[in-house]
């Protein structure tokens, strides 16, 4: 092992698991917030079976304004917000809110698109079986679109990471504030480019992942 890292190690570890809490918190408030913005934005627009203008329009605008941020704007406009929630803006906890927010809105994009791309007939014969709303949601639409899904959170994961890197603006540590004040501010190159083999390591096998559960579970 390179002398560097053996010299940072502990403090390689400790980012490398700040970057895992931010981007965890980042998957969770994806899934469960994320998701279900996204189901609704699809079943209230023209034409689908929740279709309600005033509902869609408010979360589409929502939606778009959030995703419109330059994320370092977003980071720091939601400074107070931070403040308010958790008492404190600085620290990884801190990092997750404006994480969470823009995870949100991205992942529930996503999760629109995958809806649209599921046939029509399949809501259509799903309504002529008496199916109630919760079961076109859960037993046809999600199992239709779960290989969209799967793809786009694995796209999502990958977004995090790169927004993760961020945070220190924050002091939300992570690999890449990390690299930044010890290999950059350092002049310590080496280390910098270390930083990026890990993270470029990690993204690949968080693709390699999703792509391969993408393709298990897609039976169409």
């Given at each position: 092992m390179p002398e560097l890292l053996v010299q940072y190690e502990t403090e390689i570890w400790t980012s490398i698991g700040e970057t895992f809490v931010m981007v965890g918190v980042s998957i969770l408030a994806a899934i469960l917030i994320g998701l279900p913005v996204g189901t609704f934005l699809f079943l209230c627009r023209k034409g689908q079976v929740l279709e309600n203008q005033f509902v869609f329009s408010i979360l589409n605008l929502l939606v778009n304004i959030i995703r419109s941020f330059p994320f370092?704007?977003?980071v720091v406009f939601l400074i107070p917000f931070t403040r308010l929630v958790l008492g404190t803006a600085i620290g990884t906890a801190a990092a997750t809110v404006p994480l969470s927010i823009i995870a949100i809105a991205h992942y529930s994009r996503l999760v629109e698109q995958s809806l649209l791309e599921v046939p029509k007939g399949v809501i259509e014969a799903a309504i002529s079986m008496g199916a109630s709303i919760q079961d076109i949601i859960f037993k046809f639409l999600y199992v239709e679109a779960r290989s969209g899904f799967v793809l786009g959170l694995t796209t999502s994961i990958i977004s995090f990471i790169s927004y993760s890197t961020i945070m220190g603006v924050v002091g939300g540590g992570g690999i890449g504030d990390f690299a930044i004040r010890y290999g950059y501010q350092q002049f310590k190159t080496e280390l910098?480019?270390?930083?990026?083999?890990?993270?470029?390591?990690?993204?690949?096998?968080?693709?390699?992942?999703?792509?391969?559960?993408?393709?298990?579970?897609?039976?169409?």
């Open positions: 370092l704007l977003l910098m480019i270390y930083m990026i083999i890990i993270m470029v390591i990690l993204v690949q096998l968080i693709q390699f992942f999703g792509t391969t559960v993408s393709r298990m579970i897609d039976k169409r």
